[in-house]
């Protein structure tokens, strides 16, 4: 529907940036426009005189398309919105090829081709992930898919902070607790590591070097310890990251970054374009050049890089890849350092929208309304292994994705372990599952061939809540399209919310298979489309459409 609507505006107007909207009230129709608001700017024309012209003249180019039964009706409202209601013989007709096209009818090429990389998760290998983590992963892998299935070549990738003061702690951690299984008072690092994980650590470690480690101080196994620590838990990240549904095309190193010489090279490259300069025995970056509210230091007077020396190589590195966007998830934690980092997208030559940067909020977990704070395996957090073992991952998922990114986030695993309306993973993954219940029925039950009865509908008899699914189901493309161009993903968890809210009441009050055989093969022909719909936006989330449940 908003495709059709578009294309006749466009051709209406003239005006490729069209605004559609759907009204919050079904009594002002299907969908509407402010265009004419718009162009009474520009033509210094009253609004509903312009929207006058603009119905009429959309009006002759359904009738000229041969689609002169596209609309009920449109009428003007307020101060010069556009409202239209579409005819139920487009509607039916809509659904057709819903049903015959499938995931081609619901999605638009909107990339086509251009490149994207998408950097997410990326925690520190010092611990197991948390549910901050997690809610991350989520969002990134939802975006991953959400972008490739509009047409964009996207690639995922995880940053390794395996170089600094972090990886160091933690094998000085796991040094101090190798130190004690061996009956050794030694001191725990003041801000060290704590947790289950770091003492299982060490005992991995001494089963196989036990010998190499014996009599030393930590500075003299502190490079083998260091990496056999941060490695072991990159580990873990991944294989819980694998659980979670998440895969990356590519792991960037930033240890390896100063061993290429990327790091040395990128602050070159800088002060070859004049935004590096030394004061006080230091270099710093003139990021107030591009909007920050002071200049940073990359190279400390001792001789050390800064923590912000690496990232700089990295986004470098990131553009001299010719992606034509790059897409950043951070924590809320980071949202300080977004100025510096668009100062630097904008000093190597690029605007500031070749770099997107999300950021995601903390996850409070309840149980039962009740605040859960602390976890023995990490110490400090609620790891995301123990919510998935606990959950499940597609919940997990589900669940992360039910916010925007940006707004804080309560789980409370007794309401996510209910099977029940409560539960919006279970609500939503069961209208498929009822739907492909109702047709294994009617196979085995009443031989019907759900194949020929679908592709034999007339939609000739569809009742006032099944014109209401189908607007519902056709306004997908819709609402695809605006999540690709806002990159919000939970706009499709949103979506498969509200249908699923307006099926089960449904499902209830309307029998789907009866003795009426026109009426069985256009509700047979609704629950396919349906079934799809719900198919297709559990896959963009990464969660599963079961058969049963």
Request: charged residues 30%; glycine residues 8%.
């Amino acid at each position: 529907m908003e495709k059709t609507l578009r294309k006749l505006l466009i051709e209406a107007t003239g005006i490729d940036d069209i605004v559609i909207e759907i009204p919050k009230d079904e009594v002002f129709g299907d969908l509407s426009t402010p265009v004419a608001m718009g162009l009474a700017r520009i033509q210094k024309r009253p609004p509903r005189e312009i929207a006058g012209d603009i119905i009429n003249a959309v009006k002759k180019l359904a009738s000229s398309h041969e689609g002169a039964g596209i609309f009920e009706k449109t009428n003007i409202a307020g101060p010069g919105y556009i409202n239209f209601t579409f005819a139920d013989s487009f509607i039916h007709e809509q659904l057709k090829r819903l049903i015959l096209k499938k995931d081609g009818f619901l999605v638009e090429d909107i990339g086509k081709g251009k490149r994207i990389q998408i950097e997410f998760v990326s925690a520190n290998p010092t611990g197991p992930l948390h549910l901050g983590h997690g809610r991350g992963a989520a969002i990134g892998g939802a975006l991953a898919n959400l972008l490739k299935e509009a047409g964009y070549s996207v690639e995922r990738e995880y940053y390794i902070n395996d170089a600094g003061r972090q990886v160091k702690l933690l094998g000085m951690s796991v040094f101090s607790r190798c130190m004690q299984l061996l009956g050794k008072e030694y001191p725990f690092p003041e801000d060290g590591y704590h947790g289950e994980y770091v003492e299982d650590l060490a005992r991995e470690y001494l089963e196989v070097n036990k010998g190499q480690i014996q009599g030393k101080a930590f500075e003299e196994a502190s490079d083998a310890v260091i990496h056999f620590s941060y490695k072991k838990m990159l580990d873990v990240i991944r294989r819980d990251l694998a659980d979670f549904g998440i895969f990356f095309e590519t792991w960037q190193s930033e240890r390896e970054m100063y061993e290429k010489g990327e790091v040395t090279n990128a602050l070159h490259d800088l002060q070859g374009r004049g935004y590096i300069y030394e004061e006080g025995g230091a270099e710093w970056f003139r990021s107030t050049l591009f909007g920050d509210d002071k200049d940073r230091v990359v190279l400390k007077n001792d001789g050390d890089y800064t923590y912000f020396a690496p990232d700089i190589a990295y986004h470098r590195k990131k553009i001299q890849k010719g992606f034509d966007e790059i897409i950043d998830i951070w924590g809320a934690d980071h949202h300080g350092y977004i100025p510096r980092i668009r100062a630097v997208i904008r000093a190597l030559g690029y605007p500031d929208d070749h770099l997107a940067i999300l950021i995601v909020q903390m996850v409070t977990l309840l149980r039962g309304g009740k605040p859960v704070q602390m976890s023995k395996r990490a110490g400090e957090f609620i790891t995301l292994r123990e919510v998935m073992d606990e959950i499940g991952a597609d919940t997990t998922k589900f669940l992360f994705l039910t916010r925007r990114p940006d707004s804080q986030l309560e789980i409370d695993i007794e309401v996510a372990k209910a099977q029940s309306q409560e539960n919006p993973v279970y609500y939503v993954q069961y209208v498929h599952a009822r739907i492909s219940s109702i047709f294994k029925k009617a196979r085995e039950e009443s031989g019907i061939i759900i194949e020929d009865m679908i592709k034999d509908f007339d939609g000739a008899l569809y009742n006032e809540e099944e014109r209401r699914i189908i607007k519902k189901l056709l306004l997908y493309p819709m609402m695809f399209r605006n999540a690709v161009l806002t990159h919000e993903p939970h706009r499709i968890t949103f979506y498969l919310q509200e249908l699923a809210g307006i099926f089960h009441p449904y499902y209830q009050k309307c029998r789907v298979i009866s003795d009426d055989m026109a009426l069985t093969k256009a509700r047979l022909a609704l629950c396919e489309a349906i079934r799809i719909v719900i198919r297709h936006g559990l896959k963009i989330l990464g969660v599963n459409a079961p058969d049963k449940m």
